[in-house]
């Protein structure tokens, strides 16, 4: 497609001009209106059906046909804005938590030379292969001896959330800021230790500040991650009152009879815009990060 | 976090520093910071030992004093500088992760489901218990909560007599207790616990009506249980336990249950008792799943529906998305930018969300799936419901989702071809097809092999959308197990293990778990091996 179209030479037959324009480039434009209907059709519905006054999501197939807030308040009489709060209160802390442990990893792998460093990484690559989710049984059986002796790691615990998602942080983030850490020169480091800086100041002075970008992407992508997780939140997360949003609001639709499609629509959009807007505001950092090999769930 | 020795900063000395030179200083905030965690991590650590030891819990004591006696040991010591920074990552990958898979390994070779949830000792308690009766014509004594430290007991009015015992304790004469009618009001090194404070208390309440307290030494005499607080009976199981013989004999009937090597006690005529225990049962889990007829025709069916799903996913996905990059990677047009935005919302939406939207708009009744109303003229298609078009729906659904995934990479990729060699082929004479053909999508392969293989084995494993959208569903029809026609293999384990509830079947859950890990660890390994991957990031 980079091949530039050679122009006719001799043109004065605009018509012919604009018919080839037409097909050179000018079809595009009518075909991106259909990709941009075929992509945005379902978020602009499930805006229309927020605002509409009926409390369901049906017979609101005009869209924006009826403008009311019912719904939106309707969440405040709902656990909508305790479940927001225990999301992120654990893709926060899951996403610090990856980066700090992903990137002292890396720095480790990517800046010393010890016995087990080269068999540490492969093991690294391979873990990377199985998800952890896979091994939702053992973990839940884990937690259940676990509660048994210290109840805050056990079952219906944030903190166990927290906890066995960072079990697959380093599998999941090492490689990526493995990569970005070994594009630092080496010589900065040097210097900074003939000037008498130890290995800890070389890393939190020098070496993080240049690789802030990694780091955000991570823990972006971390948080996503974590705010769409839904089979170990279920399975881990007992009561009510601890959910996260993706197990809450499953909830809310998952009966036929009594989905409440309205509620939902509403919790959706205060939902997903946060996580929208700071994806397409920071979509340049996180398509590198994306194409390095990580996928969003 | 500095532990290494300082040296001195380099710009000290003669004449004034160098101007550009950072000075250096050890041992500062960061040593403080450093000491904070240790202790933290100390106490801590400290804590769940003590747990573990009062619990009894070896293997988790055994764990943790090694995950302790560790970080103390890398933390104090200079020599172990790599691991001062893998550690924490390392620590939390280890227990919930490595060992989560070796104990999916360890579980899929045990029966470890519901009936056989305890180990042996804990099993026999159990049917001791269930098998409690009240003792037919025995007294029901006045009784009174106690309290000492933690610890719960009974005291009961015994004829006029006050005897007190715990679990621990049988009941014993207290001859200098006070009682006031038929409540106890004082026992000497017991605090008496009021009736009212017993009523709010709910977490006690439910230790009172499982307290035990034996009427004597002979376990043969029962002992006193109470259902509300202020009387008490005695009780005795109806089994007896004989452990040399490991029999349980139900003293009504007789009948002699012999443990078996299945985890069950079993009487001669093939009864067996309702709780059994944990053991060993090899390869038990794989042969059931692959030749019980409950399991094994949705087993080979959904296998075959997680490959096609997983395929046809990608292969759409990439394919939609590979097309819209080379239309639309053209620098002639404009608002690129934006069009790109939009694009890609599909992908910025959270995915759960999406697929339970799309739940709702591809709902059967017209009036309410606004995909029937719009697109179909008000016909009523159960896209959800039939099992041809509900596959077609999460297909459809997840090309929606991942589509623009696969618009970003392509683009990246295809901006990134080197520019000379598209040039030499234009000049060489190939036309627009031939070089797509045989320069951009060779090139383009190469960068998004990786890509498109952790794709599919993210979409091997896409509970959330198989679960958000149909749940499974259609349910089969020929088969008595809770599975349906969009279930992939991880919703299958889902449903089978009965984590959320129902029927619970660790051992088989991670059998095929286990099958599951083999599955996607092959195909990432010859994925490998293709793409070398490997030799160049090391």
């Known amino acids: 497609m980079a091949t530039t179209t050679t122009r006719p030479t001799t043109t004065d037959r605009p018509r012919v001009r604009r018919g080839r324009w037409f097909a050179e480039v000018g079809w595009k434009y009518p075909v991106a209106a259909v990709v941009i209907v075929y992509a945005a059709f379902p978020l602009v519905y499930v805006l229309s059906a927020a605002v509409a006054r009926t409390g369901t999501l049906t017979g609101s197939t005009e869209l924006f046909r009826t403008f009311s807030t019912a719904n939106f308040e309707a969440l405040n009489a709902s656990r909508f804005w305790t479940w927001g709060v225990n999301s992120l209160v654990v893709g926060g802390a899951t996403a610090i938590g990856s980066v700090l442990m992903g990137a002292a990893a890396a720095y480790a792998f990517s800046r010393f030379s010890f016995r087990g460093r080269r068999g540490g990484l492969t093991a690294l690559l391979i873990i990377q292969m199985f998800p952890q989710m896979l091994a939702f049984v053992s973990i839940f059986l884990l937690l259940l001896a676990l509660g048994d002796v210290v109840p805050a790691l056990g079952l219906n615990s944030t903190v166990a959330l927290i906890c066995v998602y960072l079990g697959g942080a380093l599998g999941t983030n090492t490689f990526l800021m493995y990569g970005f850490f070994n594009t630092v020169p080496r010589e900065l480091d040097e210097a900074a230790r003939i000037d008498g800086a130890t290995h800890a100041q070389i890393y939190w002075t020098i070496i993080l500040r240049l690789v802030t970008p990694i780091l955000a992407v991570v823990g972006l992508l971390s948080f996503i991650a974590t705010f769409g997780e839904f089979i170990l939140a279920r399975v881990i997360l007992t009561s009510p009152e601890r959910w996260t949003l993706a197990v809450g609001m499953y909830g809310w639709v998952s009966q036929e009879l009594n989905a409440n499609w309205g509620l939902f629509a509403a919790g959706a959009v205060v939902a997903a815009l946060p996580v929208l807007l700071l994806f397409l505001a920071l979509q340049k950092y996180i398509v590198g990060g994306l194409t390095a090999g990580s996928v969003k769930g | ?538």
Not at chain 2, 305 to 311: H, L, P, Y
Not at chain 2, 326 to 354: C, E, K, Q, W
Not at chain 2, 444 to 471: D, E, K, Q, R
Not at chain 2, 505 to 522: E, K, P, Q, R
């Open chain 2, 1 to 538: 976090m500095s532990t290494q020795a300082t040296h001195a900063p380099a710009a000290t000395g003669t004449g004034a520093p160098e101007p550009h030179a950072r000075r250096w200083d050890g041992r500062g905030g960061g040593f403080l910071v450093k000491l904070a965690l240790m202790a933290l991590v100390n106490a801590v650590g400290v804590s769940v030992l003590w747990a573990a030891y009062a619990q009894g819990s070896w293997a988790i004591f055994a764990a943790s004093l090694v995950l302790l006696v560790t970080a103390d040991w890398v933390y104090v010591s200079r020599r172990a500088l790599p691991l001062k920074y893998v550690l924490p990552g390392l620590a939390f990958l280890l227990v919930f992760q490595l060992f989560s898979m070796a104990y999916t390994g360890y579980v899929a070779l045990t029966n470890y489901g519901t009936g056989h949830n305890a180990t042996k000792e804990q099993a026999v308690d159990a049917l001791l218990i269930q098998a409690e009766r009240r003792v037919a014509d025995s007294p029901s004594y006045p009784l009174t909560v106690v309290q000492r430290g933690d610890e719960v007991g009974f005291a009961i009015v015994d004829e006029g007599d006050v005897r007190v015992g715990s679990a621990e304790e049988p009941l014993a004469d207290v001859p200098d207790a006070s009682v006031d009618g038929r409540r106890v009001t004082a026992v000497p090194g017991w605090d008496v616990v009021p009736y009212t404070a017993l009523i709010s208390d709910t977490a006690l309440q439910q230790r009172v009506v499982d307290l035990r307290v034996p009427v004597s030494d002979d376990a043969d005499d029962g002992s006193i249980r109470t259902r509300e607080g202020s009387t008490g009976q005695v009780y005795s199981s109806a089994l007896v336990h004989d452990e040399a013989a490991d029999t349980l004999t139900n003293t009504e009937t007789g009948a002699v249950y012999r443990a078996t090597d299945e985890g069950r006690f079993v009487s001669a005529d093939g009864e067996a008792l309702a709780v059994g225990w944990r053991v060993n049962v090899g390869l038990e889990n794989f042969t059931r799943a692959f030749s019980d007829d409950t399991y094994s025709g949705p087993l080979l069916r959904i296998t075959v529906w997680t490959f096609g799903f997983a395929i046809a996913t990608v292969a759409t996905s990439f394919l939609l998305g590979l097309v819209l990059a080379l239309v639309f990677d053209d620098p002639r047009l404009r608002g690129r930018r934006v069009m790109r935005t939009l694009f890609i919302l599909p992908y910025a939406f959270p995915a759960f969300l999406s697929a339970l939207l799309w739940r709702g708009m591809l709902n059967a009744n017209p009036d309410y799936g606004i995909v029937n109303q719009l697109f179909f003229l008000g016909t009523r298609i159960a896209w959800l419901d039939d099992p041809v078009l509900a596959k077609l729906a999460i297909i459809g659904v997840n090309l929606w989702l991942s589509f623009p995934y696969w618009f970003l990479v392509c683009t990246g990729a295809l901006q990134s071809l080197p520019g000379d060699v598209m040039e030499a082929a234009r000049i060489d004479g190939a036309g627009r097809w031939r070089t797509f053909r045989s320069i951009t999508m060779p090139l383009l392969l190469v960068s998004t092999t990786p890509l498109l293989i952790a794709s599919f084995a993210f979409n091997f494993n896409n509970f959330t959308l198989v679960y958000m959208l149909t749940g499974g569903g259609p349910r089969f029809t020929d088969t008595s197990a809770t599975l349906g026609h969009t279930d992939i293999l991880i919703s299958m384990i889902y449903q089978l293990s009965g984590v959320a509830g129902g029927r619970a079947d660790y051992g088989l859950a991670s059998a095929l778990s286990i099958v599951v890990f083999v599955i996607i660890g092959t195909i990432s390994a010859l994925a490998f091996r293709r793409t070398r991957r490997l030799e160049e990031v090391l």
